[in-house]
T-cell receptor
Framework: GQSLEQPSEVTAVEGAIVQINCTYQ??????LSWYQQHDGGAPTFLSYNALDGLEETGRFSSFLSRSDSYGYLLLQELQMKDSASYFC????????????FGKGTKLSVIP | GAVVSQHPSWVICKSGTSVKIECRSL??????MFWYRQFPKQSLMLMAT?????????EQGVEKDKFLINHASLTLSTLTVTSAHPEDSSFYIC????????????FGPGTRLTVL
């Protein structure tokens, strides 16, 4: 089976840094993705890690440790518009592009 | 970036009727399309995976006779909810992968279905 764990809610102050963790237990693992979803909107792709280490894209960074079955999304210089739900998702097979999503972390950025 | 559209964006229907939702990749060829269902404040649950020209693969617990999926071309997939009931009310989202980068799924804006 597949299971992904991430905190349900996080609150942070504008301008600060926040880290959203994701641990996973899957029958196969090919990579970890992160998606952002604003209320009522579609998920948008943020990052993908297939190998251990840190990937940086602007204010957002994503980290993966395959040996620990763990990853995180790091958001820096938080802005009010970053308030959204963030989902980690596992791609569990090389031949399959299916994603299994975590339950999502609702990030609230406060002034 | 790649754009995926869905139509309609919302629909209200009576119990027992069928509803068709279209998912189109506008500027790329989608070799694979996915259909998800999302209940309020919950995660995206994969319903089925469809590849152009072949039958969809449904996830366990999803009734293939109730949720009909057709992927007739590389730019269009449709989901038909047959004999809809109130418990089918949900947010239905499609996504697509192209040939350039299989690691990213491009999501449509979703369709809010309300069955009365």
């Amino acid at each position: 089976g597949q299971s992904l764990e991430q905190p349900s809610e996080v609150t942070a102050v504008e301008g600060a840094i926040v880290q959203i963790n994701c641990t996973y237990q899957t029958s196969g693992f090919y990579g970890l993705s992160w998606y952002q979803q604003h209320d009522g909107g579609a998920p948008t792709f943020l990052s993908y890690n297939a190998l251990d280490g840190l990937e940086e894209t602007g204010r957002f960074s994503s980290f993966l440790s395959r040996s620990d079955s763990y990853g995180y999304l790091l958001l820096q210089e938080l802005q009010m518009k970053d308030s959204a739900s963030y989902f980690c998702a596992v791609r569990s097979g090389a031949g399959s592009y299916q994603l299994t999503f975590g339950k999502g972390t609702k990030l609230s950025v406060i002034p | 970036g790649a754009v995926v559209s869905q139509h309609p964006s919302w629909v209200i229907c009576k119990s027992g009727t069928s509803v068709k939702i279209e998912c189109r990749s506008l500027d790329f060829q989608a070799t694979t399309m996915f259909w998800y269902r999302q209940f309020p404040k919950q995660s995206l649950m994969l319903m089925a995976t469809s590849n152009e020209g072949s039958k969809a693969t449904y996830e366990q617990g999803v009734e293939k006779d109730k949720f009909l999926i057709n992927h007739a071309s590389l730019t269009l997939s449709t989901l038909t909810v047959t004999s809809a009931h109130p418990e089918d009310s949900s947010f239905y989202i499609c996504s697509a992968t192209g040939t350039a980068d299989y690691n990213e799924q491009f999501f449509g804006p979703g369709t809010r279905l309300t069955v009365l």
